[in-house]
Structure formats: C-alpha cells, structure tokens
C-alpha cells in the first residue's frame, strides 16, 4: 500500500521528502541527522535520532511529521499512528499530505472511522489541481472501500472448502496456473509432469513445463492433453491466459530461438478448434 501511494504522489508532481519546513528550523544535531537520514530513505537510522530530537524539543513538527512517517515506510504502524496523531493535534494545518499518509496508517491498521476522517480532512484542506487528482481520487477510492468492507466484513463467509481435482487431471508432479477458456469448459494449465516435449533421464521426477488442457463433460473433465508444437516446446512453456472471447491466448515460454530475452510473451489465435 504506502508503494502506492508513494508512487501517487510523485506522478503528482510531489514527493513524500519534499516536504517545506512548517516549524522553527531547529539547531539540534539530531534533528539534523535525523532529517538527513530521514531524506536518504535510512528510516532505521532516523528513527532514534529523531526521538532524541524531540526529547530536547517535543513541538519540532518536522521531526514528528519525518520520525512518523520514518515508523510508517519501517512497518510500525502503531508508533507511525501515535505520531500522526501528535502532529496533527499541535497543527491541524501543518500540510494536507500528511492526512493521507496517516489515513493510510489508520487503514493498515482497521481503524475505520478515524481513517474515513482523516480522509476527509485531508479533501477539505487540498485544492483540485491537475497534480492533485490522482491523490484525491485515491481518497475517494478508499472511502468507497472503507463503507463496503465495513459491510463485507460483518457477512458470513459462503465460500465452500475447494475440492481436489482427481487425477489424471492432477499429477504428482507440479500442476499449476490454470486458466479456462470464454466457454468455461475447457482448462489449460501448465504442467511439469513427465512426458512433455522434452527427452526425459530415466531417474526424473518431473519434466520442463508445458501447456496442457482438459475438457469437462457435465461434471467430469477429461484426461489432459498436451498442446502440440509449436505452442509447446522442448523448453519452458506455460501462464496461458485468453482474451474476453477465447480467440486469442497470451503464454510465456522460454529458451525459444527468436526470443528476446530468456523468457518472452507469445500469442497464439483459435482457427476452428486448432491453434495457430
């Protein structure tokens, strides 16, 4: 989440260490180190700077604003949230940014209501500029998440333990990243089962991948075939994914001649019931 954001911010034109002074410019050594560090994204090391900074001087709002938002890009939530709070209650005004940041604490940490607030102040207090948009966009984003999952949450779960697919649609090798096409009857999936493409040691235990599928029937899918050449090769073949009408497939593979790095994007389209 708080990549996101960071990420936002510097499409808007911003950037979370760019912040303009909003208090006395401090003589402090541990400030000023604290602040530096703070600056070269060490937040480790400003963190206890900045707790000494402000034990000599408590109401330093830059150093609360960079100690909480050094305990935000550290993980701890909790003392980011505790510092978020200090800062906003010595000034409310300090700058509207810090809401956001601190909406994004409360969220981490499932406090709902004090996040929809801070969220909402944090409208009030930013102009709608084209180097604002994003961000506020952002807000709205996450008061429209905050109002459901508050709802979402309360609901019972109706999601029915999986069941297994047998065999041989399953394998004791590796079976994964499964895909069914537009017709939701037919499953492709990537398989590092014995006999693929590749010329197998008698002693392996699995093959290289390749891209095989199955056909349902009612309730019962077919035994998996293997996809012919030149979808499959004798290298790593696999992650099929299909467009919105089943005509086209997007697979990677690997080790292929007329690559363009070691693993590369291939498309294949549906003639018929073959693929091209």
């Not at 810090?98 to 981490?108: D, K, P, Q």
């Not at 604002?132 to 508050?150: E, G, P």
Request: aromatic fraction near 12%; proline fraction near 4%; hydrophobic fraction near 40%.
């Amino acid at each position: 989440m708080k990549w996101i954001l960071v990420a936002l911010l510097v499409l808007s034109g911003m950037h979370v260490n760019a912040q303009a002074r909003r208090s006395a410019v401090f003589a402090d050594p541990n400030f000023t180190k604290g602040e530096a560090a703070y600056e070269a994204d060490k937040y480790k090391e400003a963190i206890p700077l900045l707790e000494q900074a402000l034990a000599v001087t408590p109401d330093n709002q830059d150093a609360i604003y960079y100690l909480a938002s050094s305990y935000y890009n550290n993980d701890q939530m909790e003392e980011a949230w505790t510092r978020f709070m200090v800062l906003e209650k010595l000034n409310p005004n300090y700058n509207s940014f810090f809401y956001m940041v601190a909406a994004s604490v409360g969220r981490s940490l499932k406090k709902w209501k004090e996040t929809e607030d801070l969220l909402l102040k944090y409208k009030s207090h930013t102009l709608k500029t084209s180097g604002s948009t994003r961000l506020l966009h952002r807000a709205d984003y996450i008061l429209n998440y905050i109002k459901n999952v508050q709802v979402l949450s309360t609901l019972s779960t109706s999601i029915k333990e999986p069941v297994l697919l047998p065999a041989p649609v399953n394998s004791k090798e590796s079976d994964y990243l499964p895909m069914l096409d537009a017709t939701g009857n037919r499953l492709y999936f990537t398989s590092k089962r014995l006999g693929g493409f590749s010329e197998e040691e008698t002693a392996a235990k699995e093959g290289d991948e390749d891209l095989y599928f199955t056909v349902r029937t009612g309730n019962t899918w077919a035994a998996p075939e293997l996809l012919p050449s030149p979808l499959n090769t004798t290298g790593n073949d696999g992650a099929a994914s299909f467009s919105a009408d089943g005509q086209l497939m997007i697979f990677g593979a690997c080790g292929r001649e007329d690559g363009v790095g070691e693993c590369d994007l291939y498309f294949s389209q549906l003639e018929g019931d073959k693929w091209s």
